[in-house]
């Protein structure tokens, strides 16, 4: 006897935006009560103290509150630059390694024109060697993947790789004292190459830079005609092609412009924030923001909350490491529970559960 299951998952239409965030609240909330749970069994301490301590880390003073805003700012710089690759279907996992090349040129410019330039001019130079570094990183890979039809997510990956040990070998190279593999801070003194200061808020300019890119790509996703493309190409390159799209153009426009924004990020880094340059400098944010990105459905507007979530607990996360006196283990696992749950959401927004009707009920 053939026995059919009780019940199916069928794909469901497409939800309006305010239920899709719905199923995420209530997935953040179950989140949250099933942390409270671990919280007390693992450590005995209070969940709702625990609670209040991740929102201290991440808005408990103002100079906390202007790193979550910097922080935010970066990620979604950089989710920014992956997003028109993604939406094309262009697996882009090499954001992390373009960004490092964007901060190596910008580092390169300030210890190399130091004294020879204006800090006005440097600036400029910085930004559009960076631009340019970001975007040779991301052509690279676009090229081979439109001439070759090559695996672009292990070249972007390995690319990362490539560009860590680049700057590796330039911090190296650049190390104050000889030898010893730092840096330190680029032009400390005259602060020559570093981004001005707005409103007494030396993040200030970070966070309009990257509000003005957000909204950018967004018009530029949804109502330029490279946008059109870059969807069109997403949903089937032999539809593309066949109303005279061409596709091998579009593959290389749009990495060239994931790479330079990944270049932007760079420059932000570099010059805006941390006014050095290590291996760690882009400290993960390339292969986070492919959560963001994802999470937001490729929607820029979208991806100010899912940045924002994700800085939020990594800032509460580290909050609770410190006052606490927990690794950093536990505030990890506190992390990954509630991003787990969020992306398990993703699943009920895109399938429902339905339950096979009997024969009698069918003929009905």
Known sequence: MNKKSLFYLAKRDALPWHKTWLIRGVAIVLALIFCSLITMLLTGLNPVQVFSTIFYGAFGT???????????????????????????????????????????????????LEGKVSSGLMVVISLAASLLAGAVWGFLPAFFKANWETNETLFTLMMNYIAIQIVSYFVY??????????????????????????GNQKYMLNIIVVALLTAGVYVYLKYSKHGYEISVVGESVNTAKYIGINVRKVIIRTMLLSGALCGIAGLLLVAGTDHTLTRDTAAGRGFTAIMVSWLAKFNPLYMILTSFLIVFLQKGAIEISTVFGLNDSFSDIITGIIIFFIIGSEFFINYTVKFRQSKKEAAK
């Open 62 to 112: 103002a100079r906390k509150t202007w790193v979550t805003a910097q922080n935010l700012a970066i990620l979604l710089g950089i989710s920014l630059a992956i997003t028109p690759a993604f939406k094309m279907r262009f697996w882009n996992i090499g954001a992390e390694g373009q960004v490092l090349i964007g901060c190596l040129a910008c580092a390169a410019c300030m210890i190399t």
């Open 173 to 198: 190279i650049w190390s104050v004292p000889a030898g010893s593999g730092k840096i330190g801070v680029i032009n400390g003194v005259t602060e020559a190459g570093w981004l001005p200061t707005l």
